[in-house]
């Protein structure tokens, strides 16, 4: 099983400075995503394929990486971005998911 | 809109069953792969299981393989739990994918509380 690991765990920042959010796989991946959640909400899917922006995800958020080391960048944080994010990988065989222990963006 | 609603879950004693259900609404259900993703306690999201858009193909993850069977007909999502452990106890969701497999989960229900314990 492909384990994630994501780094740091808690991140302080104040609103409108830059998150740099790490994820490293155990080994290489080919299916990286990012997820935003929030206390009693639902995930949001925010990044697929390692670099992609799902659907109505501000440009602020971009994704970077490839093989083993992925980064999660929040250009300009906003009061809403703070919350805890995931990366989430699939392996080709067998297809079993993985997430990371998260990150946690807190206001400084 | 894409509705996901989840229900069946409660408090049920080590070593009983439980049955999930998702109710989907908004989109072409057949056309797309599904899974179950939890969250216990004060911890990480953790994917549980995923189905392809014909039911054709399923996996799990190794802390429950064997012990829950996911399906998919009529527009719902199922997970029938057997033999849990208090370890099982979280919020269950249930997530539609971007594709006809699961890969990446692209909308959520808002997930429904399985509670194991005596």
């Known amino acids: 099983e492909i384990v994630l690991t994501q780094s740091p765990a808690t991140l302080s920042l104040s609103p409108g400075e830059r998150a740099t959010l790490s994820c490293r796989a155990s080994?290489?991946?080919?299916?990286l995503a990012w997820y935003q959640h929030k206390p009693g909400q639902a995930p949001r899917l925010l990044i697929y394929?390692?670099?992609d922006r799902a659907t109505g995800i501000p440009a602020r958020f971009s994704g970077s990486g490839s093989g083993t080391d992925f980064t999660l960048t929040i250009s300009s944080l906003e009061p809403e971005d703070f919350a805890v994010y995931y990366c989430?990988?699939?392996?080709?065989?067998?297809?079993?998911?993985?997430f990371g222990g998260g990150t946690k963006v807190e206001i400084k | 809109d894409v509705q996901l609603v989840e229900s069946g879950g409660g408090v049920v004693r080590p070593g009983g069953s439980l049955r999930l259900s998702c109710a989907a609404s908004?989109?072409?259900?057949?056309?797309?792969?599904m899974s179950w993703v939890r969250q216990a306690p004060g911890k990480g999201l953790e994917w549980v299981s995923g189905?392809?858009?014909?039911?054709?193909s399923t996996a799990y993850a190794d802390s429950v393989k064997g012990r829950f069977t996911i399906s998919r007909g009529n527009g719902k999502l199922y997970l029938q739990m057997n033999s849990l452990r208090n370890e099982d106890t979280a919020l269950y969701y249930c997530?539609?994918?971007?594709?006809?497999?699961?890969?990446?989960?692209?909308?959520w229900g808002q997930g429904t509380l399985v509670t194991v314990s005596t």
């Open positions: 997530a539609r994918d971007r594709i006809e497999q699961w890969l990446y989960f692209e909308s």
């Open positions: 908004g989109f072409s259900f057949d056309d797309y792969g």
């Open positions: 189905i392809n858009w014909d039911g054709g």
């Open positions: 080994q290489s991946v080919s299916y």
């Open positions: 394929d390692a670099s």
């Open positions: 989430q990988q699939r392996g080709s065989w067998p297809p079993v998911v993985t």
